[in-house]
Every structure is written in structure tokens, then in C-alpha cells.
């Protein structure tokens, strides 16, 4: 079992920068893809971004260009670098892990992340 513990969120002006990690308790080897969602108050839970054991990364359109995901195997650690941030990434960001070969998920707390001036 995997548990997941995200850090890095807090108070951001528009067009700032912050970067967001998830430190997983196992190994986060090749055969787990991980993401980071994210949820509005009164919104659905939404992908932001994934990258699988190989480092292929997908993204929502809203953060292309501005956000990017990463993983260090070694550490067991993914983070979300996020540039250029606007009021409408607010949000609570989740981490997840999910097992391909076994079909099972983890998510982590959640962190906030407030951009406001």
C-alpha cells in the first residue's frame, strides 16, 4: 500500500510560481502512474496533469504550457512545478497513485493552493 503526503500549496499572487510535492511512503516504481487533480469549492475533481513510469506527461488544456509534472523514482517523490498562476487554479490539489498492473488507486490529503493578490 502506498500512502501519499502533498506539500507546497499556500498563498500565491497571479503570475507567481510555486511547486508542489508528493512524497509516497513505498516505491512509486515504473508500474504506478501518478498525477495531480485538483478541486474547485462546489467543482468536480479534475486532472491536471499525469506522467506514467516512463515519463510520458499529460496535461489539462488550462494548464499546458504553464504547469509541469516530474518524478524522481530514487526519492519516491512527483511534483508539480506551476508558473504563471491565475486566480482559477485555486484549488485544493490532490495526488494520486494509480497501480496499473492491479487496477488500484491512492490519494493523498490534499494541499491548497490559494493565487489571489
Known amino acids: 500500500q502506498v500512502q501519499l503526503v502533498e506539500s507546497g500549496g499556500g498563498l500565491v499572487q497571479p503570475g507567481g510560481s510555486l511547486r508542489l510535492s508528493c512524497a509516497a511512503s513505498?516505491?512509486?516504481?515504473?508500474?504506478?502512474?501518478m498525477g495531480w487533480y485538483r478541486q474547485a469549492p462546489g467543482k468536480q475533481r479534475d486532472m491536471v496533469a499525469t506522467?506514467?513510469?516512463?515519463?510520458?506527461?499529460r496535461y489539462a488544456d488550462s494548464v499546458k504550457g504553464r504547469f509541469t509534472i516530474s518524478r524522481d523514482n530514487a526519492r519516491n517523490t512527483v511534483y508539480l512545478q506551476m508558473n504563471s498562476l491565475k486566480p482559477e487554479d485555486t484549488a485544493v490539489y490532490y495526488c494520486n497513485a494509480l497501480d496499473l498492473p492491479r487496477g488500484q488507486d491512492y490519494w493523498g490529503q490534499g494541499t491548497q493552493l490559494t493565487v489571489s493578490s
Open positions: 506522467i506514467s513510469g516512463a515519463g510520458v506527461t
Open positions: 513505498g516505491s512509486i516504481s515504473g508500474r504506478y502512474l
